[in-house]
């Protein structure tokens, strides 16, 4: 007997486009839930969305507060691999602080995003931040927020088994940071607020390589805290009028435009003097340091130049320009020193 001939419906015949038909071209219903996306299209979308997180937290901004992490970790291997008997440099130190660094800050910058979105929607300066414009939604933020604060608990994993302290101030430290985003809704004293927040990253990453306290340390985390203060304050000089409408209780908008860059100018200068006297607590700087306080002191001066209270146009060029260069070249500056 000869074997049957006649297709059976699964042998059907596949056209080019690889989309199986009914007859006439005609698409089958059941292959359209097995329809591929474009490689190219994820890609481009992934970092569309990607790109979007990163401009929501400002990661550029990084450049503020992790040269000064890194400069006291510079200091506190310095002094480890000088004691007796020496403890070796890790890499998995100098990843714990990288990792520590970028997940903090990107958690509480997204969460500052989320608990002011109603305020940025309401200011015109800020109304087109990522959530008011609806680029990013609060739930993606919030769920953005949640990954960034267990990553940065995680990276406290990276200390251990020398040095547990990290993991058990990780959450009260994010705790800190997230409340920073309420302080200007009840105190004048926001920038300083902010301002620790950003001092304590020096100070955590001596703590996590030294598992001490020490006042080379808190000395740098003070300046770091009084300049973060100062430029705060210049930069909250634009919404001076949209703060005292919504009865916001900045600098500017609790003492006026005038007595906040006075102020400002007040903590740049306790930010120097800090700095100037740091060598008396940690002998290895010398006078390459020194050279470079010298030149923040006249960075921090042509700052403040750029800024009057009648004219605040040039805030941005003073607060991320000149501020950038003041982190990175201490940094660089001060680990010169340290390698001499």
């Not at 609790?254 to 100037?276: D, E, I, K």
């Amino acid at each position: 007997m000869m074997k049957d001939e006649r297709r059976r419906p699964h042998d059907e015949a596949v056209p080019e486009d690889g989309i199986r038909g009914t007859g006439a071209g005609k698409p089958d219903p059941r292959c359209a839930s097995r329809l591929v996306i474009p490689r190219p299209f994820i890609i481009h979308h992934s970092s569309f969305i990607i790109r979007q997180f990163l401009e929501l937290v400002r990661f550029s901004h990084t450049l503020f507060a992790l040269p000064f992490a890194l400069l006291a970790a510079a200091m506190a291997w310095k002094l480890s691999l000088a004691s007796e008997p020496p403890v070796p440099f890790r890499w998995q130190d100098l990843v714990g602080i990288l990792v520590c660094m970028v997940f903090a800050r990107s958690a509480a910058m997204a969460f500052n995003r989320l608990a002011d979105r109603r305020l940025d929607g309401l200011n015109p300066r800020t109304a087109a931040r990522h959530i008011p414009a609806g680029a990013l939604g609060a739930t993606g933020v919030a769920a953005f927020t949640a990954v960034c604060s267990l990553g940065f608990v995680a990276g406290t994993l990276l200390f251990l088994p020398r040095n547990p302290l990290p993991l058990y101030a990780a959450v009260p430290l994010l705790a800190f940071l997230f409340a920073y985003s309420f302080t200007k809704r009840w105190t004048a004293l926001s920038h300083f607020w902010l301002g620790t927040a950003l001092g304590l990253a020096p100070l955590a990453a001596w703590v996590a390589l030294r598992a001490e306290v020490a006042w080379a340390p808190v000395l740098l985390g003070g300046a770091v805290l009084l300049w973060v203060a100062g430029f705060d304050m210049i930069y909250a000089c634009q919404d001076v009028a949209f703060d005292v409408k919504m009865r916001l209780s900045s600098a500017p908008a609790r003492w006026g435009v005038r007595a906040a860059l006075r102020l400002a100018a007040f903590c740049h200068l306790g930010m120097v003097v800090l700095l100037a006297i740091l060598p008396l607590v940690y002998a290895p700087f010398g006078a390459i340091y020194l050279a470079g306080i010298l030149a923040i002191a006249i960075l921090l001066v042509y700052e403040h130049s750029l800024v009057r209270p009648d004219d605040l146009t040039r805030v941005n060029r003073a607060f991320f320009h000149v501020n950038a260069v003041v982190s990175i070249g201490l940094f660089v500056v001060g680990t010169i020193d340290l390698l001499r």
